[in-house]
């Protein structure tokens, strides 16, 4: 994929640690808008203390475990296999849909075990020819698909540490309502 947004676009993504608060951040910043809000956030999934893997919810309900330490025969990402299809039957669809009928798009997250989907790729390409704007969160390692999105001059990064997760949601709102025109 190409990262080249179209001059009408607006991203904001969020980068940052694990469990330095960024979909915390997105979730606290949309709830309550008064808006359409289409794509997806993940969650961790915890077995007592030990993350265990990851879950993708759409904001129209859908669900689907996509990466989970137990998984075998799948692909790998550092511990956890990835189940590719999950990614395809819900997280791909998802901005497609936002594009359609929403007024926000929301992709938590741009990371390794989702840019291992190739039509995951090409529908943040379909995205970034969008008028929408988008929140998400990306990874902060190097990947050429992150590269190029870190790279548009349509696209806001904002780290997010624990101790600055406060001050981001602040930032998150006021963006979102200067993008949006929304209370």
Known sequence: ????????????????????????????????LNIRIGGFYTEEIRRGASRMGFQLT????????FAHADFRG?????????HVDALKDIAVPSP?????????????????????CQEFVDALGLA???TKPLL?????????????LRASP????RVVRPETR?????????WLRGILQCD
């Open 96 to 116: 497609y849909n936002a594009i359609e009928s929403a007024d926000l798009i929301v992709v938590d997250e741009i990371g390794k075990m989702e840019l291992l």
């Open 128 to 130: 970034s020819q969008s």
């Open 1 to 32: 994929m190409t990262a080249q947004l179209s001059s009408h676009a607006q991203w904001l993504l969020l980068t940052g640690r694990p469990g330095a608060g960024k979909t915390t951040a997105i979730r606290e910043a949309v709830k309550g």
């Open 154 to 157: 349509f696209v806001r990064i």
């Open 58 to 65: 759409t904001f129209d309900g859908r669900t689907a475990v």
């Open 166 to 174: 406060h001050v981001v949601l602040l930032e998150l709102r006021e």
């Open 136 to 148: 998400g969160t990306i990874l902060s390692s190097p990947h050429p698909v992150a590269e190029g």
């Open 74 to 82: 799948s692909p790998r990402v550092g511990r956890y296999g990835v």
